[in-house]
């Protein structure tokens, strides 16, 4: 299938693009790498720099490249930017988007696959959060996804758009190739991993009084692998329509300190952390039900254990470092 991976230059597209092309997909990779990198795309993508704003320039992409589906990751994710900065994430996360979907319909490419978010839901009054719970996003963040969501239901009924919304929850690990950069960089897992490689002072704990088994948030981490297998598995389908699904890899989840441990044990290195005042809007517990993922589209997580996620980010931080010292 040749298929059009927005965002394509960032974390979870570049690991994305990677898995496209081993299972012999053409894919072309739009980003305008406000961040994202060019290095993070493979040299058996195509790469369009430009942005999606640009209806036309991406009208003209999907047609001389006969796009057939289109993966769109391409967004703005800091929660406590979006506070801040709401007119930047509705530009990005809807505007954007929204100019996107106008491309495909006048294109004609009608398959799309969502990266979504678990912040639609908000604070939820119950876990393991099923699809069907109510959303009430508390930032912009989850707002503005959550506003795209609606309006891809809307093409699809209007256009006969074939939509698949991922709402992911934590995703963590990497590949040999592809791991996570962001920048400012607000995910656990890699901050811990900088702790413990001495290029950050201590990991902060925003809370430990929480009403979890440590005092400390539980979140829900997935292995980035385990999320591009759910995007092949969502390019499949034929008809009409929309489909939502969470992605996580579910059960008890893992409270913070449960994660600083699973690194320690893993690279044997001392990680020194500093309990700070809790963060407003933090959920307790945000730990998915992927049941519906699993039934509906055949999909289970084969990376599920802490270790196996921490152990590929850890591996890849050190083959990056390798490389830069090289
Ligand atoms: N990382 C997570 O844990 C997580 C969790 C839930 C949802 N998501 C969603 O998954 C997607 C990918 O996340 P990520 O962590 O890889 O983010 P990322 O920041 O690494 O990648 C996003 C990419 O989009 C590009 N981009 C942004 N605006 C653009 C525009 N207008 N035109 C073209 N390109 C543009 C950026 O340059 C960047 O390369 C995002 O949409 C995010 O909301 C991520």
């Known amino acids: 299938m040749r298929v ?8 979870i597209g570049s690991v994305m693009t990677e898995v496209l092309l081993e299972g012999g997909h053409d894919v072309t990779v739009f ?8 290095d993070a795309v493979s040299a058996h993508a195509s790469f369009v720099e430009g942005d999606l704003a640009d209806t036309p320039f991406v009208f003209q992409t999907l047609k001389q490249r006969g796009i057939e589906a289109v993966i769109h990751m391409a967004g703005v994710a800091l929660v406590g930017e979006s506070m801040e900065q709401p007119g930047a994430y509705y530009r990005t996360n809807f505007v954007a988007g929204l100019s996107l979907l106008e491309a495909m319909r006048d294109a004609g490419v009608k398959s799309i696959v969502f990266s979504s978010t678990c912040a639609v839901y908000g604070v939820p009054e119950a876990t393991p959060l099923e699809e069907a719970m109510p959303t009430r996003p508390i930032n912009p963040y989850g707002e503005s996804k959550l506003a795209f969501e609606r309006a891809l239901s809307w093409f699809s009924a209007a256009h006969g758009f074939r939509v698949t919304s991922l709402r992911y929850f934590n995703a963590a690990g990497a590949t040999e190739r592809s791991g996570e950069r962001h920048d400012p960089e607000t995910h656990l897992i890699p901050l811990v991993l900088r702790a413990a490689a001495g290029t950050r002072g201590h990991v902060t704990i925003f809370g430990d009084d929480y009403p979890t088994r440590d005092g400390t948030c539980v979140r829900d981490y997935i292995h980035v692998l385990d999320l591009a297998d759910a995007h092949l598995l969502a390019l499949q389908r034929r008809d009409p329509g929309m ?6 890899c579910g059960g008890d989840g893992h409270t913070i300190r449960e994660v600083v441990d699973c690194a320690r044990k893993v690279t044997g290195r001392t990680i020194p952390t500093v309990i700070g005042p ?4 933090d959920p307790p517990v945000l730990v998915a ?24 980010a850890w591996r890849w931080m050190q083959l990056r470092d390798v490389k830069a010292g090289a």
């Open 31 to 38: 980003d305008n790498l406000a961040r994202g990198y060019r």
């Open 278 to 281: 809790r963060r407003p809007g």
């Open 4 to 11: 059009l991976v927005t965002g394509g230059a960032g974390y």
């Open 243 to 248: 489909d939502i699904y969470n992605l996580g």
């Open 289 to 312: 039900s992927s049941e519906k993922a699993c039934r509906a589209l055949g999909w289970t997580p084969k990376r599920d254990r802490l270790e196996m996620i921490v152990e590929s």
